[in-house]
């Protein structure tokens, strides 16, 4: 099955730092990538979708100015938490979408622990 | 209505029986349907894709899918300790995302 990589598996930092994530996909082109966070015992949360070379589209109720999307090819996305706080604590779990009627394949997640 | 609606459990099956997982959807032109399966604290992993109407087996899954019910299934034979997890239902109607259920949280007990 196709495989997503998604680095570093666990953050902890100080408040205020701001939190690089990447994913990757090593075995085929994805057309569009999402960004999802998951609260303990909570559903999956989308937060948005990119394609490349283009802006990402963000859900209601997500800043689009804390959470930064940058697809810089069809094999790699990366989201930036700017100047986290404890609040932001999540586990961040991307994942890409070839085209049609084909699954979206999920990286492993980064577990995110502000102080 | 939601969009995907999954009882949320726990579902709690002994050893060796059969778990029965259900989802209904709303959205008429779904086509496509996965199950995913998501241990605590991991991502989601895909276990089963169907397309058509009727059931699709893969091992001890299947999958049951029934559109003009707009309802789709997982059965999980001969359930294990290691089956338990949360699965989530997508159904994909087109477009570039898919919808997710909230999940069906099952326990296999020994």
């Known amino acids: 099955g196709a495989v997503v990589s998604q680095h570093p598996s666990w953050v902890i930092c100080k408040s205020g730092t701001s939190v690089k994530i990447e994913c990757r996909s090593l075995?085929?082109?994805?057309?569009?990538m999402f960004w999802y966070r998951q609260f303990p015992k909570q559903s999956l949360m989308l937060m948005a979708t990119s394609n490349e070379g283009s802006k990402a589209t963000y859900e209601q109720g997500v800043e689009k100015d804390k959470f930064l999307i940058n697809h810089a090819s069809l094999t790699l996305s990366t989201l930036t938490v700017t100047s986290a706080h404890p609040e932001d604590s999540s586990f961040y779990i991307c994942s890409m979408w070839r085209q049609g009627n084909q699954p979206q394949h999920f990286g492993d997640g980064t577990r995110l622990s502000i102080l | 209505q939601k969009e995907v609606e999954q009882n949320s459990g726990p579902l709690s099956v002994p050893e060796g029986a059969i778990a029965s997982l259900n989802c209904t959807y709303s959205?008429?032109?779904?086509?496509?349907f996965f199950w995913y399966r998501q241990y605590s604290g991991k991502s989601p992993e895909l276990i089963m894709s169907?397309?058509?109407?009727g059931d699709k087996e893969d091992g001890r899954f299947t999958a049951q899918l029934n559109k003009a019910s707009q309802y789709v299934s997982l059965l999980i034979r001969d359930s294990q300790p290691s089956d338990s997890a949360t699965y989530l239902c997508a159904p994909w109607g087109g477009g570039n995302k898919l919808t997710f259920g909230t999940g069906t949280q099952l326990k296999v007990e020994l």
């Open positions: 959205d008429r032109v779904s086509q496509s």
């Open positions: 169907i397309y058509s109407n």
């Open positions: 075995d085929f082109q994805a057309t569009t």
